[in-house]
């Protein structure tokens, strides 16, 4: 199937056979990233009374109940109700579905190399994302989303566990801030968080990307954040079509599934 759109007055052809999952599944019987204090997802038989939801052990139906944390085991989206006291739901103010996206890798740099500062200064072995280096994506004019890959980008990010390798990209301040001022709806990046595990309990770079101030008032509600995801190689740097596929969960977070489609400009 092809598709054919316009963006800033060029016209594209969309290959829906060429898609891209940028998604890392949860899964409770296999092998899933693991951030922060959570363990491996688990998934256990439903059980009423005698009756096991189980067809091994017994059962005439398997029905799981499922205990994941998304922030913390594979792709997630998540909506400013993750850092504010007021509750808000990613299904009630996050885009879903179909937007341009531009897919811009970067090469984190060590302190000693930039000016730039994570919000709370450096520590040793982490590296940072900088402004400098998302420009280099050029003009976003155009683009609902940006997708970061950061390299190194190797395939252990599918599984890596976080508690154990804790070190990861972090947005800079001066990184934060360009995209706070940029016209972009949804951020999507490799890196399992905007900020450090463990920064005090600021997540200033989040609050930042929702522009919320310190009486919690939120400048842009109805942006996106979707972390943890893996971009392979194979896959170049430029315009995507992005689908945005999000769990229909009320939940600050919740899985998700990014699938993007390149854009073949014809005119």
Not at 119 to 136: F, H, K, N, V
Request: aromatic content about 8%; proline content about 7%.
């Amino acid at each position: 199937m092809l598709l054919n759109l316009t963006l800033n007055q060029h016209h594209y052809r969309v290959d829906i056979a060429q898609a891209h999952d940028l998604c890392l599944p949860i899964d409770p019987s296999g092998s899933h990233p693991v951030f922060f204090c959570s363990g491996q997802a688990q998934a256990e038989p439903l059980q009423a009374g005698d009756f096991v939801a189980s067809r091994r052990a017994g059962g005439s139906v398997n029905a799981d109940v499922l205990h994941i944390v998304p922030h913390c085991q594979g792709t997630h989206s998540e909506c400013y109700g993750h850092v504010t006291r007021q509750p808000a739901a990613v299904f009630h103010q996050v885009q879903a579905g179909l937007m341009s996206a531009l897919l811009h890798t970067v090469t984190a740099v060590s302190a000693e190399h930039t000016s730039e500062r994570y919000i709370l200064g450096s520590q040793p072995d982490e590296t940072l994302i900088t402004r400098a280096a998302l420009q280099q994506a050029g003009e976003l004019v155009g683009a609902q989303a940006l997708i970061i890959r950061t390299l190194p980008n190797p395939v252990s990010k599918r599984t890596r566990n976080y508690t154990t390798d804790p070190w990861y990209p972090v947005l800079t301040a001066e990184a934060v801030q360009y995209l706070a001022d940029s016209p972009i709806q949804h951020f999507l990046i490799d890196t399992p968080s905007l900020d450090r595990a463990d920064d005090g309990g600021r997540v200033y770079n989040h609050k930042t990307w929702w522009g919320i101030d310190a009486d919690e008032q939120v400048r842009y509600p109805q942006r996106g954040l979707t972390e943890m995801i893996f971009v392979a190689d194979k896959i170049p740097d430029g315009w995507y079509l992005l689908d945005m596929q999000i769990a229909p969960l009320i939940s600050d977070a919740v899985p998700a599934r990014p699938i993007i489609y390149p854009l073949i400009q014809v005119s």
